[in-house]
């Protein structure tokens, strides 16, 4: 079996795919309950792209040989990559909830998702509770203050941004997240310095410079403002209400031509958005 193993591997490594699937084919016939030949067949599907042949092979060992944890763990997992969150969600709510805690980080990831935020807090908090092993805890504590920024909770949020933090300090999510707090409670100057500290660390990610345009508007700082705003407009699908922002600091800027196009591009996202009409029409007196 071990033989079997290393040689479908083997083959794996040297892209002769159709040799290991035969070769794993062959061993989960011999022993239909050997689990790590259909999580390694599975990969080897999922590798190739064949996500339906993955799913179905991983259901099958479910239903047909035995409910095993490892195995429907590791369906949940695949079809999380694959963002089908109700079915994540049917695949590892079957669990004893000591056996495999990590099954609540997933769980509550997958409810994050789809923006079910009181049930994404039970599961993270599960999880924080029950897992010996910290390996997750970090985007637990990031995922618990997205959802309490989600509920308005913002005080609720720094504490976990902060516990966050006491894991990796030099994330540049946990500094974003504190500026979205700032930001949130009014406290713009603040908001600024935790952004700035984000881009450092990571300048390329992009909604950095939405944020950071934001909260430069607030504190008036209008040049800036326009410079990350433009950024994030470039580079990303901005909504109505990024291209309004950037209309006002245009506006500000003595720059009515650029405002004016701004304002019309918030509006084609949104006729009803009010502060782009008035803009607009300040563009015109």
Known sequence: MEYKLKKASDYEAQGKYLHAIQIYTEIIAEAPEHT????????????????????KL??????EVSDDSEIRLYLGQMLIKYSMWDEAI?????????????????????????????????????????????????????????IEIELGNFDEALKYVKNAEELFSNSWEVHLLYGIIFYSKGMHFHAVTSIEKALKLNNKEISLH???GKA???????????????????????????????????????????????????LNLDPNNQVALDGKKKCKT
């Open 216 to 266: 430069y508007l607030q504190l008036g700082d209008y040049p800036s403002a326009e410079k990350h705003l433009s950024e994030y407009v470039s580079n990303a699908d901005a909504s109505s209400e990024a291209y309004t922002f950037l209309g006002l600091a245009c506006l500000n800027t003595q720059k009515v031509k650029d405002a004016g196009s701004y304002f019309e591009m918030a």
């Open 90 to 146: 049917d695949a590892l709510s079957i669990f004893n909830p000591d056996e495999h805690p990590i099954h609540f980080f997933f769980l509550g990831y997958s409810y994050f998702m789809l923006k079910e935020f009181e049930i994404a807090r039970i599961n993270f908090l599960n999880y924080l509770e029950k897992s010996t092993s910290t390996e997750f805890h970090f985007e637990a504590y990031i995922y618990m203050a997205k």
């Open 210 to 212: 939405e944020w950071a």
């Open 58 to 63: 991983l259901r099958h060992y479910i239903t």
């Open 36 to 55: 790590l030949s259909y999580i390694k067949l599975a990969s080897l599907y999922d590798k190739m792209r064949n996500f339906n042949a993955s799913v």
